[in-house]
């Protein structure tokens, strides 16, 4: 399980910040506001990071191409959950660190014509960012921001861009 990249603790403050857009409230209050977005915005591709977004979402018939979740909230161990996907992925991607496992089950996913999971041994935070480099253009990203709400990040070229940037940070800090 060879480890392609690590967090540093530089990278751990500025990974606090939301990627993309806040939306502020209850699950659903937080769903229904995303339910009109992706309504309005018809992204190609959404894909759910984490247990509870991935959840809220099936439980509202949001369709989701690709959810990866740990079977944990808040780090608490939480019931495996069906998702209503056709294909299941696992990895194992230890925490502060993305796995060439993770990102080889995050493309073909993608590639995929099937609604997928991935159910990662470790954690799943950070391959968020990876969700993004491999979404199709303009496809939206979600994962919950703790305590607050949901953040919904847009996979343009630009933010893609940026997250490269964190990408390459994270690889000079990494113990191949």
């Known amino acids: 399980m060879p480890i392609k990249?690590?967090?540093?603790?530089?990278?751990r403050v500025k990974l606090k910040q939301p990627l993309g857009t806040l939306i502020r409230g209850s699950f659903t209050e937080t769903t229904n506001r995303f339910s009109e977005m992706a309504s309005k915005e018809q992204p190609p591709s959404i894909i759910a990071v984490g247990d509870t977004v991935s959840e809220n979402l099936a439980k509202n018939h949001i369709l989701v191409k690709l959810s990866i979740i740990d079977n944990k909230c808040m780090r608490k161990n939480v019931q495996p959950k069906?998702?209503?996907t056709e294909r299941t992925f696992h990895v194992k991607n230890p925490q502060g660190t993305i796995t060439e496992e993770a990102i080889a089950a995050i493309q073909e996913a993608l590639q995929s014509s099937q609604r997928s999971k991935i159910v990662v041994e470790g954690e799943e935070d950070l391959l968020t960012l990876i969700a993004i480099m491999n979404a199709p253009e303009d496809s939206?990203?979600?994962?919950?921001?703790?305590?607050?709400?949901?953040?919904?990040v847009k996979a343009t070229q630009d933010k893609k861009t940026k997250i490269s940037e964190l990408l390459k940070a994270m690889e000079k800090g990494s113990k191949n």
């Open 5 to 11: 990249y690590n967090l540093t603790p530089r990278l």
């Open 82 to 84: 069906s998702l209503g």
């Open 140 to 152: 939206f990203v979600l994962y919950g921001q703790p305590h607050e709400g949901i953040v919904v």
